[in-house]
């Protein structure tokens, strides 16, 4: 749905509902797609769906609360981003709202949602929810069109790219449309010969970066040209960023463009404990100690050191003042590094421009792979020069470098890296080989199974 009008869309219906004094509920996976909705909010916030779900889940919402009653008057309820969750989180929902109306309305017990009209937005080509460990059977079973939901529903397509109507150069129109036409193909798997899932695709010359010598090196110069110069800029910095596939080489890039950052570096260090329980306090406080939770890094969740200069974006890990569009995923640059606060400014959305100050906060890892908790009491962020491709999901930007020194690993992957792009000239694409010798052609990861019902 790259430019098909779908949040033009959720903003008219909202408009619509809300001048007849109607109640309109808009929700969406993520804080960076909720920012992008009128009144929006992340929908595990909205409606307490826990973190760690399972198929027996419900939310927490209590009869006869103002949470509960919100519900009960609400007219419409538009959830974006639907295909990134897990399908149990509609299914708590629809368990909880069932149980909120029937008490008014016996007859809701029997209907989706208790009866309310709830409208699922996104696009299957994207990725898809995230299972630790899971196989591709796994990630397919946990989206919503494998939900017992997903047979109530009415399914409407967006076909119309909004962009190539806005055209009028016919030139501009062509090459707009064949570059949709290339993220499309991608995004359908129907570029190169599929193979399970996975198929070798040969990434056109003008969008391939060729290099010599170090490949972190070109793909930093030809995404961020002039860093030393005009690096400090918002401006130049707000719409860039180079993508990878995992952490470790997003860890590397962004340690090579701090060494380019000449302002002071300034390092702050977490507070690590682990969360007892009545029954292990002291066994678990001989076996992790401090030095050892240092040494841990979860995803969601800033490392024990964090590094950060004067000018540095960064990306804020955690929902903290959704007025302000301080967001999970919102980016901003740092103005100025105290000693218990942090000065940023806002880069992006309806109040980029605006300073604010970030404390450090209580962070607890939700990876349920993990046989204990621990809290780590650290400044929620993490540097943005490079993100990883998961990471960069709802954002939009004008140049993008993704670095494939690993390939794509699961659905959707090089899909959404390739659609963050608005003008192909925006984007370029390094590839190297096990060797580290420069490549042409890389893997693509769909999953054909997830659309036969959509």
């Known amino acids: 749905m790259q430019y098909q009008g779908k949040t033009f869309i959720w903003k008219t219906l909202s408009a619509a509902l809300r001048s007849k004094g109607e109640i ?29 779900i399972n198929e027996d889940s419900t939310c927490n919402i209590k009869q006869g609360s103002q ?22 989180c509609f299914e708590a929902l629809d368990k909880s709202m069932r149980d909120i109306l029937h008490l008014t309305n016996p007859v809701s017990y029997t209907k989706p949602f208790g009866g309310k009209t709830v409208v699922l937005g996104g696009d299957f080509r994207q ?21 017992y939901l997903w047979k109530q529903c009415a399914v409407l397509r967006l076909t119309k790219n909004m962009r190539l109507e806005s055209t009028k150069d016919p030139n501009e129109y062509e090459e707009i449309r ?10 359908d798997g129907m570029i190169g010969e599929q193979v399970h899932g996975c ?63 000449v302002q002071e570096s300034k390092t702050y260090l977490s507070a690590d404990t682990a969360c007892q329980s009545d029954t292990n306090a002291d066994v678990l406080t001989d076996l992790h100690t401090p030095e050892f939770l240092n040494t841990l890094k979860c995803s969601g969740v800033p490392n024990h050191e964090l590094t950060l200069k004067v000018g540095t974006p960064v990306m804020l890990l955690r929902n903290m003042d959704h007025s302000m569009g301080l967001c999970n995923g919102t980016r901003l640059v740092i103005t100025r590094l105290g000693s218990h606060v942090l000065e940023a400014r806002i880069l992006t959305g309806r109040t980029a421009g605006q300073k ?18 621990f809290q780590r009491r650290q400044f929620p962020l993490v540097v943005s020069y490079a993100m990883t491709i998961n990471k960069s999901q709802g954002q939009s930007l004008s140049h993008v470098g993704l670095f494939l020194k690993n390939p794509v690993f699961c659905h959707g992957q090089l899909y959404v890296a390739v659609s963050r792009v608005t003008k192909r000239e925006g984007l370029k694409i390094l590839i190297t080989n096990n060797d580290g010798t420069p490549s042409n052609s890389t893997i693509n990861v769909v999953y054909p199974e997830v659309f036969q019902n959509v």
């Open 24 to 52: 309109v509920l808009n929700v969406a996976s993520s804080g960076i797609a909720s920012l992008l909705l009128p009144g929006g909010r992340t929908a595990h916030s909205r409606f307490a769906i826990p973190i760690n």
């Open 178 to 187: 064949k570059f949709a036409t290339w993220i499309a193909g991608i995004g």
């Open 67 to 88: 949470l509960a009653g919100l519900i009960r008057a609400c007219k419409l309820i538009i959830w974006d981003e639907a295909p990134m969750v897990h399908k149990h």
């Open 356 to 373: 604010v100050l970030i404390p450090r906060l209580n962070l607890t890892p939700s990876d349920v792979r993990m046989p204990f908790k």
């Open 199 to 261: 198929a070798t695709i040969e990434i056109p010359n003008d969008i391939l970066l060729k290099y010599d010598g170090d490949p972190i090196a070109a793909i930093v110069n030809s995404t961020y040209p002039d860093f030393s110069k005009i690096g400090n800029d918002p401006t130049y910095l707000e719409n860039r960023a180079i993508l990878a596939p995992t952490l470790d080489v997003v860890d590397s890039i962004n340690q090579y463009m701090m060494s380019l950052n």
């Open 127 to 147: 990725i898809l929810p995230v299972i630790p460990k899971g196989s591709r059977h796994d990630i397919v079973r946990a989206t919503i069109n494998s939900s």
